[in-house]
């Protein structure tokens, strides 16, 4: 089940430069997100895959479940490594 965390991270993630071939690192994932956040906001990211989506539809598709599961390992990893601290 996705959180609107999660959905709003993975539309802004789909949005930015980062691509599937640069296997990038949480970290990397975090400050593309952050970023293109911040350049779009969150209804700029919105409207970016929706365009997507309506011209490309497969290619869309594979980009958003890719931006899903970088999400969720990204800030899984964060949230763990906080947990740590906090304890």
């Known amino acids: 089940m996705n959180s609107t965390f999660d959905t709003v991270r993975a539309e802004a993630l ?6 599937i071939s640069q296997e990038p690192t949480p970290l990397q994932v975090r400050a593309a997100v952050t ?3 911040r350049r779009y906001g969150v209804n700029g990211c919105t ?3 929706a365009g997507e989506f309506g011209e490309y539809p497969e290619s869309a598709a ?18 763990s490594k906080e947990f740590a601290f906090a304890g």
């Open 14 to 19: 789909f949005a930015s430069a980062l691509q």
């Open 35 to 37: 970023t293109t956040l």
């Open 47 to 49: 409207t970016r895959v």
């Open 62 to 79: 594979r980009r958003m479940s890719w931006a899903l599961e970088m999400v969720r390992s990204a800030y899984e990893a964060l949230a």
